[in-house]
């Protein structure tokens, strides 16, 4: 499966975006969909992902404020962040993964496939 992330741009403290990571190739149903995000000199962190059966899941950081949702007709899966802070400025990449156990949802090495990074930098 090929994923391609869209979305990212700059945006004030406060503002939202709305990202969006579209397959070609496979269905994304078949996989559990993960964001990502980096900053220079830092781990790639966990964001959020959705499993087959639509259950989510969201780092402490930003749940409550980031929604992951599926978008079976455009084979997409996409991330609304709402107040938008400067730590939430990164590359935020999407991953996808059709063999993934619960557990191992936040760890990054356990995804085969991955979209380029989309930048989302917050002013302040």
């Known amino acids: 499966v090929q994923l391609q992330a869209s979305g990212g741009g700059l945006v004030q403290t406060g503002g939202s975006l709305r990202l969006s990571c579209v397959a070609s190739g496979r269905t994304l149903r078949d996989y559990v969909v993960a964001w990502f995000r980096q900053t220079p000199g830092k781990e790639r962190e966990f964001v959020a992902a959705?499993?087959?059966?639509?259950?989510?899941f969201y780092a402490a950081s930003v749940k409550g404020r980031f929604t992951i949702s599926r978008d079976n007709a455009k084979n997409a899966v996409d991330l609304q962040m709402n107040s938008l802070n400067a730590e939430d400025t990164a590359v935020y990449y999407c991953a996808a993964d059709s063999r993934i156990i619960q557990s191992s949802i936040p760890n990054h090495n356990q995804y085969d496939y991955w979209g380029q990074g989309t930048q989302v930098t917050v002013s302040s």
């Open positions: 959705v499993r087959w059966s639509t259950t989510t």
